[in-house]
């Protein structure tokens, strides 16, 4: 199969099978224990996948404000979107 | 054994999933690749990693068009919403007025979104127009070409007569479905108009309203054919919005990379403010009823 009209990447194609990973994880994780509703730091209750979307989705306003504000190289980045993630999964 | 029927539901769910991997997903994944490569034609395409996103970022005119859009999609749901609530409230609940309004309202919905922008250009053209010949002829020099503030106010006007009946289809589906005893409730409690509005019907309408408002939301934010067909982002870049920036730097300019780049940051926008507005509302009267 060409894929040459999606214009692969090596970082690009580490990024999704990344996010893919993590969604096939997050499946497995549920049917093995199914998630309960809670309210953590964050001022609503969320679900083990509802925290997963807001980690990802502050990871990406995270890159932007990096990209945006620094000059610094993007991969420097990378510990504070794992430990945003985390703290959001695990305390949100 | 329970778990096993509610799993089988996933299978029904493969073919959405499907159209939507082959129509969203996979798109989506082909525009991440072009925002960050410099892309000369098929097979031409060099890495750049994130010089489009540090350069959409700092461009001063996508800001400009990223304001105008919020003002724009700020005003549309300000005046769209409690307009469409209002229309539906007004609107009759049983008899032949039904199937009329109905039908008179729906009206603007079914006409194609670059028609809508060539009837408001005639309807508003100072010579022939009807609106634009009355309010010239009231002594108002009215010109949505030359002037940035009337073709604001004609954009205004031309959304919200399109878009303005499906808040109020919406809410009047709302409205209907609320059962006749939570009115008889109100009246032997001897409620007030207001007290029955805000305490049953608002409440009862969340669902709907809550549809409607991130619709109306991520569409007006969207918008391209009614402007561009209307004044082609003019007079000047005030009526530019993020979309026909967009395509003018993709399309004109034939600039994918910044294009793209753009497109996820445009993407982002719209994914944080459709999650907040869903929530707001999915919680709006939740600390009343405990």
Redesign the interface.
């Known amino acids: 199969m060409d894929l040459e009209w999606m214009a692969w990447t090596p970082p690009t194609a580490i990024f999704f099978i990344t996010i893919a990973l993590i969604l096939l994880a997050m499946g497995i994780w549920e049917i093995i224990s199914p998630t309960i509703e809670r309210r953590g730091i964050l001022p609503l209750s969320t679900t083990r996948g509802d925290r997963l979307f807001i980690g990802l989705l502050g990871s990406g306003y995270i890159a932007i404000a990096w990209m945006g504000l620094t000059d610094w190289n993007l991969y420097l980045s990378l510990p504070v979107y794992v430990s945003f993630i985390g703290l959001v999964m695990r305390f949100g | 054994m329970n778990k096993w029927e509610d799993n089988k539901a996933w299978f029904l769910v493969l073919p959405v999933f499907i159209v939507v991997a082959f129509s969203a997903i ?1 798109p989506l ?2 525009v ?3 925002s ?2 410099d ?1 000369f034609g ?2 031409q ?1 060099y ?1 750049v ?2 010089e489009w ?2 350069e959409v ?2 461009d001063s005119r996508l800001h400009d068009a990223l304001w105008r859009q919020f003002l724009f999609s700020g005003l549309v749901l300000l005046i769209e919403m409690p307009l469409g609530i209002g229309i539906a409230l007004l609107m009759p609940k049983k008899g032949w007025g039904v199937s009329a309004s109905l039908v008179t309202i729906a009206l603007p919905l079914l006409i194609p979104w670059n028609v809508i922008g060539t009837i408001w250009i005639i309807f508003t053209r100072p010579d022939i127009g009807l609106f634009g010949a009355a309010i010239n002829s009231a002594g108002i020099a009215f010109d949505h070409t030359a002037s940035p503030l009337h073709a604001w106010i004609t954009l205004m006007f031309m959304e919200v007569w399109h878009w303005t009946p499906l808040v109020a289809l919406l809410a009047y589906a709302g409205l209907m479905a609320i059962p006749e005893a939570y009115y008889q409730a109100a009246r032997i409690d001897g409620a007030s108009a207001w007290a029955t509005f805000r305490y049953i019907q608002l409440p009862k309408m969340r669902g709907v309203l809550t549809i409607a408002l991130l619709l109306r939301f991520m569409d007006s934010f969207l918008i391209y054919a009614e402007p561009f067909v209307l004044t082609g982002g003019g007079p000047g870049n005030s009526t530019t919005f993020l979309s026909i920036y967009l395509v003018k730097v993709a399309v004109g300019q034939f600039d994918l990379g910044p294009a793209a780049a753009f497109s996820l ?1 445009y993407f ?1 926008i719209v ?2 403010f459709s ?1 907040l507005f869903y ?1 707001a509302l999915q ?1 709006v009267g939740k600390g009343e009823e405990r």
Request: proline share 4%.
């Open positions: 996979i994944m082909t991440v690749n072009y960050v490569q892309i098929p097979g395409r890495f990693g994130v996103f540090k970022l700092n940051i982002l994914l944080l999650w929530q919680n």
